[in-house]
């Protein structure tokens, strides 16, 4: 089955592909199927108000099973800032370097003990049925005082567990630990469920 990634991210694609393979789920973006998405505001107060937003928005344009995540960085601290602005912390969408150096400045003088933080990813796939499945999952961690590792994405080279950053983790490390490896590890369990349902119309 082929479900449609409301996403631009290659690497977010990435991740999910690995943990939805063994279910015979081929995910794509829409650009790799040939396809068009329109850009969704997230407007959502809530990483899965924003997810839902992306799928069903996706489903309709594409007529195909759309799956989209929300995920987001939720410092302590900061009153679980900067949530769903993650992205645009900076001011600028997508700008991981002034994202990470902002709240490494915001936590400059923070101690340690006041450091702790969790990732938080919410993901749902909506059918063109009008059936939709949403879960979520948390990573519990604390932001560092400085960038470690190359891997990852967005905050990872300062999200630290235990010693280690999700930048210097392998992929195969990041997705037993991680927010979205936890949030896909439901999805898959939900999904085998659903999908097996007896005259099952999902599409």
């Known amino acids: 089955m082929k479900f ?39 407007t959502g107060r809530t ?3 924003n997810a839902l937003l992306k799928a069903e928005s996706g489903c ?17 601290a900061l009153d679980g800032a900067p949530g769903v602005y993650s992205a645009r912390f900076s001011g600028e969408h997508g700008n991981d370097e002034g994202n990470m150096q902002k709240l490494l400045e915001l936590l400059r003088d923070t101690p340690k003990e006041r450091r702790t933080a969790y990732f938080e990813s ?13 879960v979520s999952g948390r990573c519990n961690g604390w932001i560092g005082y ?28 990041k997705d037993e ?17 659903y999908l097996n349902q007896p005259d099952k119309e999902t599409l």
């Open 146 to 173: 400085e960038k470690k590792g190359t891997g990852g994405f967005g905050y990872d080279p300062i999200f630290m567990v235990g010693d280690k950053s999700f930048a210097e983790l392998t992929s195969e490390e």
């Open 122 to 134: 919410a993901v749902c796939v909506c059918f063109p049925n009008g059936d939709v499945i949403d």
């Open 60 to 76: 309709k344009e594409t007529g195909l099973p759309c799956v989209a995540d929300d995920s987001g960085l939720c410092v302590d």
């Open 4 to 42: 449609i990634i409301a996403t631009h991210n290659l690497k977010k694609q990435a991740e999910m592909q690995r943990i939805l393979a063994p279910l015979g789920i081929a995910v794509q973006t829409a650009a790799q199927a040939g396809l068009t998405l329109t850009d969704v505001e997230e």
């Open 177 to 193: 630990i991680s927010h979205r490896g936890n949030a896909l590890r439901k999805l898959t369990a939900a999904l085998n469920q």
């Open 47 to 49: 990483f899965r108000e």
